[in-house]
């Protein structure tokens, strides 16, 4: 069984939250939560698997006791539960699983259970550590981009949950992330070759790329060997 733990000082919104959990055989509530000091407490003692986790609660920031508390011999997967959008980039700081935007629906809750069950199997791997625009750094596994945003000297990655900015070229960064396997689509667009979804042929040699999420890019005659590779046998 896979141990979760909720925290939310709402009751409306933990209901909301064990009802969801309930559908599922494999999950057993551990407790609930109103408090963060409770819930550093809880996650010592039950040492939960997942926690979902409301981003703005009494007694402490969540986000720092995540940064800075013991929280026991194994850290759970944490999903943020919130009803603010501000908070992406700070849940992603303390390596959040996922950032589930209150009011969300059982098939966006799904979704995030399944970012929470993909950490707690993930073999630990290479990170990148980057720094922000903003001067903060971050660690992040390079799996969790979708595809990168040139904008001149500035960047914006776009992850799973939220973006980051970097002062950066497209051309230095892909080379550091080559190897991850990210390709070159057009002078501003790179992508994560394991989230492409599908190739749309344009014009003229140009495809559109449709990545996992929906996103639709529009690559460019000039790497126009590396698209096509995206998908070559």
């Not at 997942?50 to 944490?78: C, H, K, W, Y």
């Not at 667009?189 to 492409?196: G, P, Q």
Request: charged fraction near 25%; hydrophobic fraction near 40%.
């Amino acid at each position: 069984m896979t141990r979760v733990l909720i925290v939310d000082d709402e009751q409306s919104a933990r209901m909301r939250l064990r009802l969801l959990i309930q559908r599922y055989d494999d999950l057993e509530i551990v407790g609930e939560c109103e408090t963060t000091e409770d819930a550093r407490q809880q996650i010592e003692r039950l040492a939960p698997d997942i926690v979902f986790l409301d981003i703005q609660m009494p007694g402490g920031s969540p986000i720092e006791m995540l940064r800075t508390g013991n929280l026991g011999r194994l850290r759970p997967a944490v999903v943020f539960v919130t009803a603010h959008s501000t908070f992406g980039v700070d849940a992603f700081d303390v390596d959040a699983a996922d950032y589930l935007l209150k009011p969300f629906t059982a098939s966006r809750f799904a979704k995030a259970l399944g970012k929470a069950r993909e950490r707690l199997t993930a073999v630990p791997g290479r990170r990148l550590t980057l720094r922000q625009t903003d001067g903060r750094a971050v660690s992040l596994a390079p799996a969790e981009i979708v595809w990168i945003e040139a904008s001149g000297n500035n960047l914006t990655l776009h992850l799973r949950s939220t973006t980051l900015k970097l002062r950066a070229t497209m051309a230095t960064f892909c080379n550091r992330v080559r190897e991850f396997g990210f390709t070159r689509i057009h002078r501003s667009f790179a992508v994560n070759n394991a989230l492409v979804r599908e190739l749309q042929p344009w014009t003229h040699g140009e495809y559109v790329v449709v990545m996992e999420d929906g996103t639709r890019l529009n690559s460019s005659r000039t790497f126009h060997e590396n698209v096509s590779a995206l998908f070559a046998p």
